[in-house]
C-alpha cells in the first residue's frame, strides 16, 4: 500500500521538474518580472525630489485622487450589486438564464476602448439613458459620474465571479437550520450566508478597484479628461508624459500605480489565504 501511495505522489502528468520550472521562470520574467523592473530603473532616473515634485503636482493628485475616488464608489456598487447578481444566477432558474450568466463575461471580452464610446454615447445628451438624465439636470458623460459608470461595467464581473462559486457550494442545510430555528430571511442573510460570502465579496471589491485606478481605454472617452472640472484620470497623465517623450515622468507616476496594485494585491492573497485556513479546519 505504501508503494502504490509512493508511486502515485512521484508521477506527474507533466514530467520533468528542471524543464517546466525554467520555462515558467521564463515566462514570468518576459511577461512580469522584466517589465516591472524597467519600471522601476526608469523612474529612477528621477532624484528624490524630483519624483516627490512630480507626484505631488497638482494635476497628478487631482488625477489620483479622482481615480481613486471613483474606483472606490464603483467597487463598493460592484459589491453590493454584484452579489444581487450572483444570488440571482445561482438561487434562481429563468428563461435566458445562460445567456444572462454569459454576459457577465461581456466587460472581458469587449475592447475597453469600444465600451468607453460606446457608454460615452449612451450618456450623453443626445443619447439614452443620457438624454433623460440631461432632462432632469444629471449630465453623466465628461463628468464623474460618467467615469463610475464606465467602471461599474468593466468591474462588475469581478464581483459576480468570485461570489457566484461560494454560492454555488454553499451548503443549504445552514439556510434550512436557520429557518427551522425561527430565523427571518434578512436574519439568516446576515448571520449565516454573508459571513460565508464576505471573504469573495472583498476579493471581488479589490479586484475591482485595482482594475478601476489604472484603467484608460474605457474611460478616455467618458471622462473629459478636463483638469478643472477634476475628470482627469491618471492613466491618461500617464498617456499625457508619453506623447511628450517624457518616459522618466511616466514611469513614475506608473511606480506609484504599481505601488497601489502591489498593495491591493497582498490584502486579496491574505484574505484568501484566511479563507482557505478557515475551510481547512471545517
Not at 30 to 37: A, R
Not at 240 to 260: C, F
Amino acid at each position: 500500500m505504501a508503494t502504490v501511495k509512493r508511486r502515485s505522489k512521484q508521477t506527474r502528468v507533466i514530467p520533468g521538474f528542471q524543464l517546466t520550472f525554467g520555462i515558467t521562470v521564463a515566462m514570468l520574467s518576459l511577461l512580469v518580472l522584466i517589465p516591472l523592473l524597467s519600471v522601476l530603473v526608469n523612474s529612477f532616473r528621477l532624484s528624490p525630489a524630483e519624483f516627490w515634485k512630480l507626484i505631488t503636482a497638482k494635476n497628478v493628485l487631482s488625477a489620483f485622487g479622482t481615480s481613486i475616488l471613483c474606483s472606490l464608489i464603483a467597487a463598493f456598487i460592484n459589491a453590493v450589486f454584484g452579489v444581487i447578481l450572483a444570488w440571482v444566477l445561482v438561487k434562481y432558474d429563468f428563461p435566458g438564464k445562460r445567456i444572462v450568466d454569459g454576459l457577465i463575461e461581456l466587460p472581458f471580452a469587449l475592447p475597453t476602448a469600444v465600451a468607453g464610446i460606446t457608454l460615452s454615447k449612451m450618456f450623453s445628451d443626445t443619447g439614452f439613458p443620457g438624454s433623460f438624465f440631461s432632462g432632469i439636470g444629471i449630465n453623466i458623460s465628461y463628468t464623474r459620474i460618467g467615469i463610475v459608470a464606465a467602471l461599474i461595467f468593466i468591474g462588475i464581473p469581478f464581483t459576480v465571479r468570485a461570489v457566484q462559486p461560494v454560492l454555488e457550494k454553499l451548503d443549504g442545510q445552514y439556510e434550512e437550520a436557520a429557518y427551522i430555528l425561527g430565523a427571518s430571511r434578512r436574519k439568516t442573510f446576515f448571520k449565516v450566508i454573508f459571513p460565508e460570502i464576505l471573504p469573495a465579496i472583498l476579493t471581488g471589491f479589490g479586484l475591482s478597484l485595482a482594475r478601476g485606478i489604472g484603467e484608460y481605454g474605457s474611460v478616455i472617452y467618458i471622462s473629459g479628461n478636463s483638469l478643472k472640472d477634476g475628470t482627469q484620470v491618471v492613466s491618461y497623465v500617464i498617456m499625457q508624459k508619453l506623447e511628450r517623450l517624457d518616459y522618466a515622468d511616466a514611469t513614475a507616476i506608473a511606480l506609484v500605480l504599481l505601488i497601489i496594485s502591489f498593495v491591493l494585491l497582498f490584502v486579496i492573497n491574505l484574505i484568501q489565504l484566511r479563507r482557505s485556513k478557515r475551510i481547512s479546519v471545517r
